[in-house]
Every structure is written in structure tokens, then in C-alpha cells.
């Protein structure tokens, strides 16, 4: 079946518009993530939502952050007010359950340039 | 905290040649780790994993083994070809307030040379 898909692929923006990147789970995955890959910074997570609710929102580095999830699908991940330092590969991952045993599989990401 | 640490590369082979790639961990439990792999213009994708102490993940010719006392998770090939060029990326996932979370090393760039 279909993997999980991202779009846009890039991204390039000016300096404080706000952008909206989707993220398309593995169809029947209830688990879906955001993690952002920046030069210096490695991998960081983002946030996490069970179903359409995100129990764990620690990751966002800033209010200009959110992220939802509707239908217990397709989730979108908004940044208001883009900063230059917001670019970075955008990469959603999606798995079955979220109880911790399973594997999280990856999109190949949105990369964002704010200009 | 919880904190992956892996060695900086980048990490350049002639095809044929032995691969290590350390990493070693912080964490509190016992948490279950993995390597991914980044493929030029690809996303990422887990190449093994091992979720308990002395567990060895192994695939495609890379193996790693889960060892405590040494808090370590160490990639390892015998032989690397010039396909094997990617990014690896050790992680550790936290089973915090039951679910999920990966916590990901620098990565580790690897170039193989013909």
C-alpha cells in the first residue's frame, strides 16, 4: 500500500508569511508525528497525535507552531510568521497504535527555505 | 534527559571495507533502539532495531546490539558497497506517557568509494 506522503516536497517562502505543510499517514495508522531535520540541529520532535488529539505537544519550539489533525487522518502542521531559522526538512511519520512498540514510518518530507 | 550521541562523520569506505558507526545513549529505563537510514533524496527508513538488552538487529548485512552496560547500539558491516552511501541516524524511542517518541542522534554521513 501507499506510504506515507508529504506535500509540498518545498517549500520557499518569505520572511513572516505564514505556511501550511500536510502530512497523509499510512492508511488505518492511528499514531502520526512531526519532526523537523535543520543543519545544527539534528532530528528534533515536534509533536505527536493519537487519533486527532496530541497529547504530546513539547516539541514545538515557539507559538508560531501548531499542528492538527482531522479525521484521524491527514494532519497539517502551520507555521505563522515563518523566521529564518524555520528552515529545515518538515518530516511526518505515522504508525499503527502509538503504545510504544511499533514502528514509525516516515514521509520524505517537506523542505522549507524562508527567505 | 534522554540523548543519543553518535559519532560525527562524514565516514568515507572503499566498497569492500568494514563499517562501524558508534553510538552510544542516555536514558532512563529501558528504552528500545533502532538505526534509520537516509537515502540521497529519499525519506527515512528503519533499517533494524533491538527493543531489550543484548537483542542484535540485523538487515541487509548491518547488524547492532543492544548492550547496557556499555550503553551502546553500535552499527556494524562487514563488507560496504558503494549503495550503502546514506545518512544513519541512531535513535532511541521513550515510552513516555505510553507512547512513542524518538529521540535521534546527529546522523552519521557515510560515503562509499568504488
Known amino acids: 500500500g501507499a506510504g506515507v506522503s508529504q506535500s509540498p516536497s518545498n517549500k520557499v517562502t518569505e520572511k513572516g508569511k505564514d505556511v501550511e505543510l500536510r502530512c497523509d499517514p499510512i492508511?488505518?495508522?492511528?499514531?502520526l508525528y512531526w519532526y523537523r531535520q535543520s543543519l545544527g540541529q539534528g532530528l528534533e520532535f515536534l509533536i505527536y497525535?493519537?487519533?486527532?488529539?496530541?497529547?504530546?505537544k513539547s516539541g514545538l519550539p515557539s507559538d508560531r507552531f501548531s499542528a492538527e489533525r482531522t479525521g484521524g487522518s491527514v494532519s497539517t502542521l502551520t507555521i505563522q510568521r515563518t523566521q529564518q531559522e524555520d528552515s529545515a526538512v518538515y518530516l511526518c511519520?505515522?504508525?499503527?497504535?502509538?503504545?510504544?512498540?511499533?514502528?514509525?514510518?516516515f514521509g520524505p518530507g517537506t523542505r522549507l527555505l524562508v527567505l | 534527559g534522554n540523548s543519543v550521541t553518535q559519532m560525527e562523520g562524514p565516514v568515507t569506505l572503499s566498497e569492500e571495507a568494514f563499517l562501524t558507526i558508534n553510538c552510544t545513549y542516555t536514558a532512563t529505563g529501558y528504552p528500545s533502539l533502532f538505526w534509520y537510514v537516509q537515502y540521497p533524496g529519499e525519506g527515512l527508513q528503519l533499517l533494524l532495531k533491538?527493543?531489550?538488552?543484548?537483542d542484535k538487529g540485523s538487515n541487509k548485512g548491518f547488524e547492532a546490539t543492544y548492550r547496557k552496560e556499555t550503553t551502546s547500539f553500535h552499527l556494524e558491516k562487514g563488507s560496504v558497497q558503494v549503495s550503502d552511501s546514506a545518512v544513519y541516524f541512531c535513535?532511541?524511542?521513550?515510552?513516555?506517557?505510553?507512547?512513542?517518541?524518538?529521540?535521534f542522534g546527529a546522523g552519521t554521513r557515510l560515503a562509499v568509494h568504488p
Open positions: 535513535a532511541l524511542r521513550t515510552k513516555s506517557g505510553g507512547y512513542n517518541k524518538l529521540i
Open positions: 511519520a505515522s504508525s499503527l497504535v502509538g503504545t510504544g512498540y511499533e514502528t514509525q514510518y
Open positions: 533491538a527493543t531489550k538488552a543484548d
Open positions: 492508511s488505518g495508522h492511528t499514531a
Open positions: 497525535f493519537q487519533g486527532n488529539s496530541a497529547p504530546d
